[in-house]
């Protein structure tokens, strides 16, 4: 079992549209979760951190459950913009405060 | 821009070889990450470097080490060099403090290829 999971995608979705994307993982010693957006061939940009109490920023809302072990990343009124591949991050102290990615699930908004 | 710099940015091995890969962490940063991304994947966790000392390391072969310098840049060897080695390498720096609050920026990264 992978330790970071994702919806599988591609998510295909028209402007305008909200869409969530879903993420869990399996060690229940992971201290940060994040998402980051990478767009095609190039490096992977810090979206926004995740905390247990929910957080916003402007369009996106991400939200953690750490009984769960669940991560959600919700993005309404796409833009074509927002086109681009999501990770779902987790930080763990284990092996030096490595990030752990998921695969990524990849958007594509269309007008 | 994170101020994080990479170089090469493309780079054509051949099985067997062995490459250095360099990375610039930005200013006032103290820890260097490297991470492979295969087509497809997310990027792995190779090793993490603070301070001139490896801090951590994940599960990548002893043909793939590293260094860091008294200037927090860092250097990512790979000898002996295999066909699934071809990947995007991602170097990250952060200012760690202690406890895991810090942000890992990410370079451009250096395409590889490996025929």
């Known amino acids: 079992r992978k330790e970071v999971e994702q919806d599988p995608g591609p998510f295909n979705v028209p402007e305008g549209a909200t869409v969530a994307f879903n993420c869990t993982y399996s060690?229940?010693?992971?201290?940060?979760f994040f998402w980051y957006r990478q767009d095609c061939r190039k490096e992977p940009k810090l979206l926004m951190s995740?905390?247990?109490s929910g957080n916003e920023d402007g369009r996106f809302t991400a939200q953690l459950n750490r009984a769960s072990q669940y991560i959600s990343l919700l993005i309404r009124d796409s833009k074509l913009s927002d086109s681009a591949t999501y990770l779902c991050?987790?930080?763990?102290?284990?092996?030096?405060?490595?990030?752990?990615f998921g695969a990524g699930t990849i958007l594509r908004v269309k007008s | 821009e994170t101020g994080v710099t990479q170089s090469p940015t493309h780079l054509i091995k051949t099985r067997g070889q062995q490459v250095t890969l360099r990375c610039s962490s930005q200013?006032?940063?103290?820890?260097v990450s490297w991470y492979q991304q295969a087509l497809g994947q997310g990027p792995q966790f190779i090793f993490q470097?603070?301070?001139?000392?490896?801090?951590g390391r994940g599960n990548f072969p002893p043909r793939f080490s590293g260094l860091q310098f008294p200037n927090y840049s860092s250097e990512l060897n790979v000898n002996a060099l295999e066909l699934d080695d071809s990947a995007l390498y991602l170097c990250?720096?952060?200012?760690?403090?202690?406890?895991?609050?810090?942000?890992?920026?990410f370079g451009p990264g250096t395409r590889l290829t490996v025929l």
């Open positions: 200013s006032g940063h103290n820890t």
């Open positions: 060690n229940s010693a992971s201290q940060s």
């Open positions: 470097y603070y301070r001139e000392e490896e801090n």
């Open positions: 991050v987790v930080k763990t102290r284990e092996y030096g405060n490595k990030l752990v």
């Open positions: 990250a720096s952060s200012l760690w403090r202690g406890g895991g609050t810090d942000t890992q920026y």
């Open positions: 995740v905390y247990s």
